[in-house]
């Protein structure tokens, strides 16, 4: 089987937020990407060098550290610093790295990890109280990439000749306006309150909760991750109306020749766009090895393999299995059930009054029988009652199935939802 080959370019800058104290000059974002997770030292990579995918694949991940917490910089770098640990050769398996649902099992846990670590560091330090961090990776390997994240920043397919799509979903209150129906796409873009996030790492009220989605990738597809410095300032498209606005699709488009140059052009448009925060971008091209797109890739666009993609992922065989056999059984139950109390109601009713008058009367020395026309007295006390107890319904209760969660790929992963336009409680701003 032909190699995937691939080329890569990465940066970070303190851009809108830039000030003179070093060593960071005020930039928050963290990054990491590692070309080959098969080999050590680990994070090594070169600008535009063309490479083969290993079994083991490719790593990039971007942290965003929280512009309203202390120590956002801190944050962020525990993130990086933690995924780092995680996928330190000898700590990936073979089974690990077995499939896609494992690869995004295994990022969900590091995604914990990191969590757990920025918490700890909070506690243990009162002048990092506070701080948190966003965070998503993309785990390139055997064909496709795996997409797990937890807060807004972001990660898009570029495939010719749709355009852009993008593969993850904001973690935001602007967000939960967008699925509600409330405002679209485009008014989103610039809405007052896009820097309001309803997940983070290292929020001290509740535990980390990422999605994760996996889509194919083809021949010529490009895969962006970054920040929300980068995407809060250039729309993912043209706008409808034809207004001249600087957007990724049209930059990527121009400027594919080489992924280099392609990282300037799309901060050279930021910049001009009057960026306000840090910005980080890794581009990543499969620039051979990979099959063409489908067909019904290049008709339906990046979103629709995003969507097939999501659900053959995450309903895999074996569980599809089990989901069957779970609800084999909760039929079975229901219908014995049903059956059940059915017989017990049919065998509780009394005989037709026919049948009764046929019956034989029971043969019982204490208890006499009168003679036709004569009146019938009461017992006598030597007569024997026999008095049943009343049956009762049995309560038939069947076991309810609740269906995996976390968006994936998808690309419609799973998310928290705000209803109404009331922020999700104690936002966190970034």
Not at 150 to 157: E, I, V
Not at 196 to 218: C, F, H, M, Q
Not at 365 to 392: F, R
Request: with cysteine.
């Amino acid at each position: 089987m032909k190699k995937i080959k691939f080329r890569l370019a990465a940066y970070t800058d303190a851009a809108g937020k830039r000030n003179d104290v070093p060593p960071l000059y005020g930039n928050e974002d963290n990054f990491y990407v590692d070309a080959d997770l098969s080999e050590e030292p680990q994070g090594e990579f070169s600008s535009d060098e063309e490479k083969a995918l290993s079994d083991y694949g490719s790593l990039l991940v971007i942290a965003d550290g929280m512009g309203g917490m202390n120590a956002g910089e801190v944050a962020s770098e525990i993130a990086v610093r933690t995924v780092k640990e995680c996928f330190a050769h000898k700590n990936l398996t073979d089974r690990i790295v077995a499939d896609a649902e494992s690869r995004e099992r295994y990022m969900e846990h590091v995604v914990e990890e990191a969590d757990a670590a920025i918490k700890a560091r909070s506690q243990e330090n009162k002048e990092c109280e506070g701080m948190g961090s966003t965070i998503i990776m993309v785990w390139i390997c055997d064909g496709v990439a795996s997409v797990t994240w937890c807060g807004d920043s972001r990660a898009y397919l570029f495939r010719e000749p749709k355009g852009i799509a993008q593969i993850s979903k904001d973690h935001s209150y602007v967000q939960s306006l967008v699925d509600d129906g409330k405002i679209t796409e485009e008014e989103a873009f610039d809405h007052p309150y896009g820097n309001i996030i309803t997940r983070s790492l290292g929020d001290p009220e509740k535990k980390a909760k990422a999605d994760s989605v996996t889509v194919p990738l083809y021949k010529g597809d490009i895969i962006l991750v970054c920040s929300d410095g980068l995407s809060g300032v250039l729309r993912d498209h043209p706008l409808s109306d034809g207004t001249p606005a600087a957007n990724l699709e049209e930059i990527i488009r121009s400027n594919r020749s080489s992924m280099q140059s392609c990282r300037e052009a799309l901060f050279s448009a930021a910049e001009q766009a009057d960026w306000y925060d840090n910005v980080t971008a890794i581009l990543y091209e499969i620039t051979d090895g990979a099959a063409a797109p489908e067909p019904e890739c290049d008709k339906a666009g990046t979103e629709t393999a995003v969507s097939k993609s999501f659900i053959n992922i995450r309903i895999s065989k074996k569980r599809l299995l089990y989901w069957i056999i779970a609800l084999i059984a909760v039929a079975a139950v229901a219908c014995g059930g049903f059956f059940g109390i059915k017989f017990l109601k049919e065998t509780d009713q009394p005989a037709p009054v026919e049948e009764q008058l046929q019956q034989p009367v029971p043969e019982n020395p204490g208890t006499q029988v009168p003679a036709p026309g004569e009146s019938q007295d009461e017992p006598s006390a030597s007569a024997s009652v026999d008095v049943s107890a009343p049956l009762t319904d049995e309560k038939i209760s069947g076991n309810s199935l609740t269906p995996v969660t976390d968006s994936i790929n998808s690309l419609t992963p799973a998310t928290d939802s705000i209803n109404g336009l009331t922020p999700a409680p104690e936002p966190q701003r970034q």
